[in-house]
């Protein structure tokens, strides 16, 4: 079966530097996502990797490896409106995104 | 640009009666699709439409139908709706259905079925 997991629940200080992973197990593999969705809104788009290694975005950076079936999104200099759940999806081989459950980040000042 | 809309925002409806989301995109994506998002779970399709005039089923179509007559718009309907169709419903599009396109979704429906 296909699977996505990633931490329910996560706690960080404003200012400080926190990681989400995501390990994934699917039929095929055509990318990863990363999304952000505050509470009671729809999802945006974060993140994409296909390749392995870092992509860097401003305060956001996303790490991919393949062989491990692992990412992680990295959040910087966390500011409160950072409070949200985080989702990690993977693109399968029929080009259809699995999602994981999300996590959800408590950011206390 | 309204992006992609949905509606209603939000829905009471009485377990065996019918009903159609609504979603309509102004962005000329190819793709669109409907989702369901359940407190513990994670975003589950219902239904897709790589282009117009298609249609596929996801992972959870049981229950749910959809029509894509136009590139614009991508009804979903609950033909007789059941108390486990209780979620928050998120319709998306994106350019393709390729690799590398970011889907854009919708602000949601919540709907309840009692």
């Known amino acids: 079966g296909q699977n996505i997991d990633q931490p329910t629940e996560m706690t960080a200080t404003e200012g400080a530097i926190v990681q989400i992973n995501c390990t994934y197990q699917?039929?095929?593999?055509?990318?990863l996502f990363w999304y952000q969705q505050h509470a009671g809104e729809a999802p945006t788009f974060l993140s994409y990797n296909v390749l392995d290694g870092l992509e860097e975005k401003g305060r956001f950076s996303s790490f991919l490896s393949r062989s491990k079936g692992y990412s992680y999104l990295l959040l910087k200099e966390l500011q409160m409106k950072d409070s949200a759940s985080y989702l990690c999806?993977?693109?399968?081989?029929?080009?259809?995104?699995?999602w994981g459950a999300g996590t959800k980040l408590i950011i206390k000042p | 640009t309204a992006g992609i809309t949905q509606a209603p925002t939000s829905q009471i409806l009485a377990a065996g009666r019918s009903m159609t989301l609504r979603c309509t995109q102004d962005?000329?994506?190819?793709?669109m699709y409907w989702y369901r998002q359940d407190l513990g779970l994670g975003l589950r399709l219902i239904h897709y439409s790589n282009t117009a005039g298609t249609t596929g089923k996801g992972e959870v179509p049981d229950g749910y139908s959809v029509s894509r007559a136009n590139t614009d718009d991508f009804p979903l309907t609950l033909a007789s709706a059941v108390p486990s169709q209780t979620s928050v419903y998120f319709c998306a599009s994106s350019d393709s259905a390729g690799d590398n396109n970011e889907q854009f979704f919708g602000p949601g429906t919540r709907l309840t079925v009692l």
């Open positions: 999806a993977v693109m399968d081989s029929n080009y259809q995104l699995i």
């Open positions: 699917t039929s095929g593999f055509n990318g």
């Open positions: 962005m000329r994506h190819n793709a």
